[in-house]
Nanobody, 120 residues
């Protein structure tokens, strides 16, 4: 049972990145997938979540209108498209799986994280 994030990197303010979260060892269809981030010296915060059934998407206020979450169950992958990036988006981004509806709490599996740095 594994989640692997990829797609992080260094980008200038105003730029874009697309993160991927690939699942293996379990059926992604049955899980809501959340994206979280943790900046140095700060607590981990929820960024976005996509439900397991309807594909409904939820976003933190800080990323609403700039980030888009999507899922491709056939590829067992969830994506986070991040546009109009700001320096305050700099953090390690994690994806996590939850065998229930979307929430910011109580996730069953976590990935190892991918670094996103927004800087000029």
């Amino acid at each position: 049972l594994q989640l692997v994030e990829s797609g992080g990197g260094l980008v200038q303010p105003g730029g874009s990145l697309r993160l991927s979260c690939a699942a293996s060892g379990f059926t992604l269809d049955y899980y809501a997938i959340g994206w979280f981030r943790q900046a140095p010296g700060k607590e981990r915060e929820g960024v976005s979540c996509i439900s397991r059934s309807t594909g409904s998407a939820y976003y933190a206020d800080s990323v609403q209108g700039r980030f888009t979450i999507s899922r491709d169950n056939a590829k067992s992958t969830v994506y986070l498209q991040m546009d109009s990036l700001k320096p305050e988006d700099t953090a390690i981004y994690y994806c996590a799986a939850r065998n229930l509806t979307c929430s910011w709490r109580n996730y069953d599996f976590w990935g190892q994280g991918t670094q996103v740095t927004v800087s000029s």
